[in-house]
Every structure is written in C-alpha cells, then in structure tokens.
C-alpha cells in the first residue's frame, strides 16, 4: 500500500478492536490509530492509547471519564465521554476509515453519522445493517461511501466477488459451525447452562456473539446483513452448517459456478482484507494446510430446534422494522440469559412474543427505528418478569 489510512476502531477494546490493533501492530507503514473507543474497559483503553498514540479516545461510560483523562491528558491525547462525543468523535477530518466493532445496537448511530461524514466504514457490527439496512445503504450510496465487511462470512463474500461484480449472482450459501450444541434436541437444551453456550468449537468472540452463535441468531442476523450488503433477495440466502469454519461461505452464480474462501478461523484475515483492500497485506499468520483437515463435512440447520434463525428469515420476509425488532428483542434476550434470568431456549420464546406485541411500520425513517428499539425493550423486559 501507498498510502497511509488513518483508523479509528470504535470499540478497541473487545475482541474484534484488539485483534484490529494486532493487525496495524503489523503493518505500522500502512496503518495509523486516530481514535479508540470502549464502554467501560477504561484500564485497557489507556494501555492502547499509551502504545498506539491517536490522536482521541472516547470513553462511553462517563463516570470513568476523569480516569482516561488523568492517565491521557498528559500524553498530549483529547479525551472524550459519553455516546454524543462516540458519533461526533467520528465526523473528524484526520480519519480516513471506521472499523465499527461496537456490540449490538449501539453501532447504529455512529456509522450513521460516520457515513454521512464521508468516511469509509469497515463493518464488524452486523446489527447495524440488520436495523436499518435500507436506510444504511441508501446513506452510503449518497455520500459515495464504501462498506467493507469484517465477518468472516460476508467478508468470504466479498472477497469472492473481486472481479465478478458485472456477473449476477445466482446465490450465497452462508456457513455456520452449528456451535457447541450442534446436534443436540430440545430435551438437551432445556437444562443447559451460560458456561456451556459460551464454550464456542471453533472462534474466540465476545460473550454476546457466542451466545448468539450458540441459538443460531448470530447467523439469522447474518442472513439479514448479507441482504443489504449484497442486494440480495431472501430466497437468494442459504445457509449450511460446516462444523470445521473452514470454508467461510461461497456464491453460486448463474452458470452454475461457486466459489468459496478457505482460510483458518482467524479474524485478523477478514479484518486486515477490510482495511488494506484492494491490496492483500503479507501477514505472518498461521496457513490453512488440507492434511490437517482430511474431511469438510456440511449439513442442514435445525430451524425447529434452533428457532432464531427461521424468526431472522421470517423477519427479513416480512421487512419493514421487523428486523429491528428481532435484534432488540434478541439483545435483551442473550442479556437475560447471561443472568440466569431465562433459560436458553426460552430465549426464542421471548423475542417471538415481543416481536407480537410491538408496532409493525413498513416503511420506517431512522427516528421509527430507534423508536421501535425502545418499545421492544421495554415489552421484552416486562416479558422477562414471567419467568423470573
């Protein structure tokens, strides 16, 4: 690469942001930390501002502002708090791209205000398209904005798609490790416990994401961004359980072709490809060896089982906030469960009766959406009093 691209990594100190970082630590000539984030993780924000020298950090969480203040203010670095100063911090004009790994909901309005401020967004936080995918897209295509995509899966997508954008795809076929319950029924997983769901086969992640790869939801949500990214249709959406993670995804075109991305569960690869593209950066990470891996076995989900995703399919179907429902719902359901407030397959249970209760809008603005997040919320917490 020519050019150096200066960074901000919004949420640098989860388990994206940190591997983010491992990929600049690699490529210094090529990448420069302008602005971290983090919610609450202020000791592990000041330890990465203290080697990567940006020029901001945000603490979202403001009762710990005077601690990143104290430990920063003195390296010459501008501290800021609160969620205002995380949408306004990305509007600076030194930032060249937003790798967006923030968790859940709260990514939405600070790519919102990213892409309207013309900056290029390198996507880990699916929900935001899932929440507003239409709205998203149409903003990035008005200020000539490029979304990169930073999951493994859409990431597979895309970089199968270098040199076939003018051929049409016919489908993708999405791939899911099944998580730690592959193959179990519904009498197994009555009784199993957060430690168990968080024990995922294959990828190291966030407690969110995991338990949300443990329902199968992480997937629906996958479905839901690859839509938006792509300019899908749903029955253009497939997805298969590949236990191994090796084949990240595929596309099939209409000449009946596919082509699939290969690589070993790391997502330093997806990462670094979002950010150096169109360039291939040389990286020291381990290789994919096929002796090692003899056998790539592929079968179909369990969508009675695991209901999540067949509500993501449903969602997507039906359109309008539908979506955003589910990922409200979704967000309060993992949380329940994370507290043993609800048991794991009830998570299901939860988000399809709050998705009932709430206000359909077909046609929602962003003010609609985040009206609609806030409503859901509610009624999935008052649902939760009921199995407490």
Known sequence: MSELKRVAILGSTGSIGRQ??????QHPEDFQVEVLTAQNNCDLLIQQALEFQPNAVVITNEAKYQVVKDALIPHDIKVFAGPKALAQVVEMETIDVVLTALVGYSGLIPTVQAIRAGKQIALANKETLVV????????AKENAVNIYPVDSEHSAIFQCLVGEWHNPIEKIILTASGGPFRGKDRQFLESVTKEQALKHPNWDMGAKITIDSASLMNKGLEVIEAKWLFGLDTDQIEVVVHPQSIIHSLIQFEDGSIKAQLGLPDMRIPIQFALSYPHRLKSDFERFDFLNYPNLTFEQPDLKTFRNLQLAFDALEKGGNAPCMLNAANEI???????DQIGFLQMSELIENAMNRADFISHPSLEDYVASDEQVRTISKELIKQYV
């Open 333 to 339: 359901a993992v949380e329940a469960f994370l507290k």
């Open 132 to 139: 507003a995918g239409e709205i998203i897209t149409q903003l």
């Open 20 to 25: 983010t970082l491992d990929v600049i630590r």
